[in-house]
């Protein structure tokens, strides 16, 4: 877990995690020199429980090297991610993705459908991803097929395909990045539960990144046409969105006359 002055959801985050059936895990958090209480909040915690391991980044780095920093001290077999914002819903999530990579040892990475919270918790929409490796490789370069916080990763094959980019060009696409690398030596999954609340932030980001995200997910497309079904389509359909801003998008798939249309599209249902 990356903590950057998280502390107005930061206790539901942790609580979240350790009140998961499956208990035997080490909890990484890794705060990136926040300047409000949470690294108090985070200490709190651990001097409850020996599960929690600390660490404090001397400068604020960014998520992608907060996370390889995280990763690279963990000692598990699997790598799980949730940002200080979020809440793991189900109980038994771990245990559940913990099972589906026992039984599944070609898989590297399995994740869960989300339910989007707003700031107060409020429902908005479940998000259901593809399921099977094979659907997801027909839309992962349309879209991401993981939500971030919902994901288990062997860390075997992240040793082997690299962790994060570190990268300014893949900042905030830095997950969709590393799950095309994955996908190319190994199987991946969703499970069809909605185990984790993801909270939409009203602020968001700002138009001016949300064009750079779009461009950078647009030449993610094209680097990894090669290697999944549909690129074409998938650079096509961004480059026709490039322009428009995400509350457009937003409103044009609340449209009932539009969800399907969206869900076929991007293989992901609201």
């Not at 094959?157 to 030596?185: F, P, Q, T």
């Not at 030449?219 to 096509?236: E, Q, R, W």
Request: aromatic share 10%; hydrophobic share 35%.
């Amino acid at each position: 877990m990356p903590v950057y002055n998280g502390s107005q959801y930061l206790k539901q985050s942790i609580e979240s995690v350790l009140n998961q059936s499956f208990l035997d895990f080490e909890f990484v958090i890794i705060d990136d020199e926040s300047r409000d209480n949470s690294l108090e909040i985070i200490n709190s915690y651990a001097k409850k429980d020996p599960r929690i391991k600390i660490i404090r980044n001397k400068k604020n780095s960014g998520i992608q090297k907060s996370l390889n920093r995280g990763i690279a001290k963990s000692s598990g077999e699997y790598i799980a991610r949730i940002d200080h914002d979020d809440i793991w819903r189900d109980k038994d999530k771990l245990r559940k993705q913990v099972d589906f990579l026992e039984k599944n040892p070609h898989h590297a990475l399995v994740g869960t459908g989300v339910l989007c919270i707003d700031p107060d918790g409020r429902k908005i929409n479940f998000l259901q991803y593809k399921i099977s490796n094979q659907e997801i490789r027909n839309y992962i370069l349309l879209s991401n097929q993981f939500a971030h916080s919902s994901v288990l990763i062997r860390k075997e094959a992240l040793e082997k395909v690299g962790y994060y980019s570190e990268d300014k060009k893949y900042k905030n696409i830095e997950d969709h990045e590393l799950w095309l690398r994955i996908g190319k030596k190994y199987k991946l999954a969703n499970l069809p539960d909605d185990a984790v609340e993801y909270r939409i932030s009203p602020m968001g980001i700002s138009l001016k990144n949300q064009f750079r995200q779009r461009l950078a997910g647009l030449k993610l497309s094209v680097k990894y046409s090669g290697d999944y079904p549909n690129g074409f389509k998938a650079i096509l359909t961004k480059l026709l969105t490039l322009p428009l801003s995400r509350s457009v998008t937003g409103s044009i798939t609340k449209n009932s006359l539009f969800k399907k249309g969206y869900a076929k599209f991007t293989g992901i249902k609201r």
